[in-house]
């Protein structure tokens, strides 16, 4: 039998006794690691399918490195400047007019929303 002290999560029992869990089969995967093992608090992964474990774990990378590519583009424009010329020639629209964060929203044409949602879909459907 195993258990799991609910106060600090450090376990009571023989793990490798408990060979009933699905989740032995990520015990060996990279960032499992002592003391807590392989953690999954939502159960995801109950099923044991190492299909479904890699195709979480891709998208998992990837929300980070779209994460991460959004920060910066909210931080790099305070830092530097923005680009010089016109977002949109059309509508008059420079750069330097389009605040950062939330008010950009309203500022931005929706032709322009709409290239980046394209770009986004095609990232997303391009890949193997």
């Known amino acids: 039998m195993f258990f799991q002290d609910g106060l600090t999560g450090s376990a009571w029992g023989d793990w490798a006794l408990y060979t009933g869990s699905p989740l032995r089969a990520f015990e060996s995967e990279l960032g499992v690691q002592d003391p807590v093992g392989f953690w999954d608090p939502a ?40 680009l010089p010329g016109y977002l949109s020639p059309s509508a008059g629209i420079k750069f330097a007019d389009v605040p950062n964060g939330l008010g950009a929203i309203s500022k931005v044409p929706a032709a322009g929303w709409a290239q980046i949602v394209a770009y986004g879909a095609f990232c997303e459907l391009s890949q193997d």
């Open 43 to 82: 159960g995801f992964t109950a099923d044991g399918s190492t299909e479904n474990f890699a195709r979480r774990r891709q998208t998992e990378l990837k929300h980070g490195r779209v994460s991460m590519l959004a920060t910066m583009g909210y931080i790099t424009p305070e830092i530097t400047g923005k």
